[in-house]
């Protein structure tokens, strides 16, 4: 087929005929990526510590017995429409695979059953809503913590070494460090084709060097 489908999200050829594209789904992925890694703890954190802080309106002393602790409602906010999201769509797709397990009903262990089904998803029928829905919550939930994780794509591929079929090859997946400070994933470098590729900024120096001198050693010869 010459004109593939345009993806339903972006409107960028979807690559094949599935309704939505691989860089809209990708999107998910990292986004349920970073749910489970850290940003369920994140937003728990932010409805407990502004619980904590909070108190103070205008000034004005609220009598502690009289006064409800005021809660930090962004934050708790985006985690229920998260969890509403989450729990919604492990559901529409745990009855297609009858065959899995199905996740806590936790954050953090829904982001993590989801996030490899997802590329499959995409050329479901209702990809287009999934997809979008899952972004936007995970979105709300993001500015909702406040906190400034980054993710910064690196410019060389991953170079684990996977299995295809019999032969060993470099995985070459896309990476992306994230830079979180004060979190314990800060400096861990991620793959796009999978999430046990993790990796530091200073275990790629040491490859590039390792890299590098056998490139030295090779021209000697
Ligand atoms: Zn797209
Ligand atoms: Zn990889």
Redesign the pocket.
């Known amino acids: 087929m010459a004109d593939h489908y345009p993806c339903d999200l972006c409107a960028r050829p979807s690559g094949d005929d599935a309704p939505v594209c691989v860089r809209c789904a990708d999107e998910t992925v990292e986004g349920l990526r970073s749910v489970h890694d850290w940003l369920a703890e994140a937003l728990e954190d932010a409805v407990a510590r502004r619980t904590a802080l909070g108190g103070t309106s205008g000034g004005k002393r609220t009598r502690a017995a009289a006064a409800p602790l005021p809660i930090d409602l962004r934050a708790s906010e985006a985690a229920s429409v998260l969890h509403g999201t989450l729990s919604t769509w492990v559901r529409v797709l745990h009855e297609e695979s009858a065959t899995s397990r199905l996740p806590e009903d936790d954050l953090a262990d829904m982001a993590r059953w989801l996030a490899p089904v997802i590329r499959w998803a995409r050329a479901r029928g209702y990809a287009a809503e999934l997809i979008d829905e899952v972004n936007a919550a995970v979105r709300q939930a993001v500015r909702a913590v406040d906190r400034p994780v980054r993710r910064i794509p690196i410019p060389e ?4 070494i ?1 299995l295809d079929g019999q032969t060993p090859k ?4 896309r ?1 992306t460090v994230l830079l979180a400070p004060g979190l314990p994933i800060d400096g861990q470098v991620r ?4 999430s ?2 993790v990796s530091t900024l200073t275990d790629l120096e040491v490859a590039r060097r390792r890299a590098r001198r056998v490139r030295v050693r090779l021209a000697r010869t």
């Open positions: 591929p991953c170079r684990v996977i470099a995985c070459g997946g990476l793959c796009a084709e999978d046990d590729h």
